[in-house]
Structure formats: structure tokens, C-alpha cells
């Protein structure tokens, strides 16, 4: 598994299985999200596999997928809450790590989110989702 470090207290990853979230406890991460859709791909592990996961190692566990298509999808405030929570260690994943990335730059305000569109690039990840939302004006 390969982390991402966002900020202080977010980080990303791609896809996870449900024997890796021990060890993502183990770091000492608080809250754990799901961005993908079950069956996005048949190979996946569902959802309730790293819920349970998550439960027995004491992590809170959300699943709010999104896809490009409905980016930033229906959860996109209960995702800014989780990642604006400074006393609370994130980990979002989806297959790659774009676009939970994606979805923390959303969370930010403009300014900050277009320099921290510049070092997430850096890191490899395409913020382009979040700037397409911005160049759209749909900021929600």
C-alpha cells in the first residue's frame, strides 16, 4: 500500500484490502474512506468487507462513492467535514488515489486548493476533476 500525504492530517491511497486496515490503524490514521463504488471492478473487495475491517481495528469507516461522472458526488459536504477535522488522522482511497485527492482539493478553499492542486501534481496525481469543477463554477 502507498500513502499519499495531502496535509497533516489527510492522506490518500489506491485500492485496499481488508487485510491492510490493521495496519493502517496501526499508523495511526482515525477515519477511513471508501470512494469507490462496489463493483466498479470485479476484482475489488466490497465495501462491508473493509467496513468490518475497519470496525474490528476501531476505525470509523464511511463509504461515499463517487465516480468521474458524478464527481463530486452526493457526499461531497460530509467528505469536506471529515477532511477539515484537524484532531482526526484521514485515509480516503479509491482505485489510484486521484480522486479522493480530487475530493480533498474540493474541500478547500479556492486559493489554497489551487496551490495544493500544484503539489498534489507533483506527487503524480491529475487534480483535473477538481479543476474542471472549478472552471464549471459548480462549486457546491
Known amino acids: 500500500m502507498q500513502l499519499m500525504n495531502l496535509s497533516d492530517n489527510v492522506s490518500v491511497a489506491g485500492q485496499l484490502e481488508p487485510a491492510e486496515v490493521a495496519g493502517i490503524s496501526e499508523m ?60 482526526a488522522k484521514t485515509l480516503a482511497f479509491c482505485r489510484s488515489g486521484t480522486r479522493s485527492a480530487n475530493l480533498w482539493l474540493a474541500s478547500l478553499e479556492d486559493d489554497i486548493a489551487l496551490a495544493a492542486a500544484q503539489e498534489v501534481s507533483r506527487l503524480g496525481i491529475d487534480p483535473s476533476m477538481f479543476l474542471n469543477m472549478l472552471r464549471q463554477g459548480s462549486r457546491i
Open 28 to 87: 495511526g490514521f482515525d477515519v477511513l474512506i471508501n470512494n469507490r463504488p462496489d463493483f466498479e471492478v470485479n476484482d475489488q473487495p466490497l465495501s462491508s468487507e473493509i467496513a468490518d475491517a475497519a470496525r474490528r481495528c476501531g476505525l470509523r469507516y464511511y463509504h461515499y462513492p463517487v465516480t468521474s461522472l458524478d464527481f463530486p458526488g452526493s457526499s461531497y459536504q460530509a467528505m469536506n467535514t471529515l477532511f477539515g477535522d484537524s484532531q
